[in-house]
């Protein structure tokens, strides 16, 4: 399919876990929709999961904002000072981090979590140290 071709129809994109990143220890991203997969100029969208019992680092998205649908498990996402405020969501629930927030997300249970993850304008990750 040619570059033109790409954005004059809509077309599906099959996900492909071998493509899949690990920007953050304990969560995988698989891409969907990306300035690679279709040339999107302005939107990165994938399926990502976070390992059972499992914590990842402080980061933040630099300029991207990130909306996120939980479709199974739960996730912690921890901000604020020291990260010592945090919310949780579960199935059905969206999450929106603002560009620039200092975050960190953990999955403290036994079961999967998997989630449709989208932000724009890329799929930034600034890893903070740990």
């Known amino acids: 399919m040619t570059d033109r071709e790409q954005m004059t129809k809509p077309y599906i994109v099959r996900a492909t876990p071998s493509e899949s990143t690990l920007q953050t220890r304990g969560m995988e991203r698989i891409p969907g929709v990306t300035s690679d ?24 998205h630099g300029e991207a904002e990130t909306g996120v649908y939980v479709l199974k498990g739960r996730l912690r996402v921890y901000f604020g000072e020291d990260f010592k405020e945090f919310i949780e969501a579960g199935p059905g629930d969206f999450i929106w981090v603002p560009p620039h927030v200092h975050h960190i997300e953990e999955n403290p249970y036994d079961e999967l979590y998997e989630a449709v993850l989208v932000r724009s304008p890329d799929n930034i990750v600034v890893n903070l140290g740990e």
């Open 37 to 60: 997969t279709v040339g999107a100029s302005k939107l990165w969208m994938g399926y990502v999961t976070a390992a059972p019992n499992d914590r990842g680092p402080a980061h933040h």
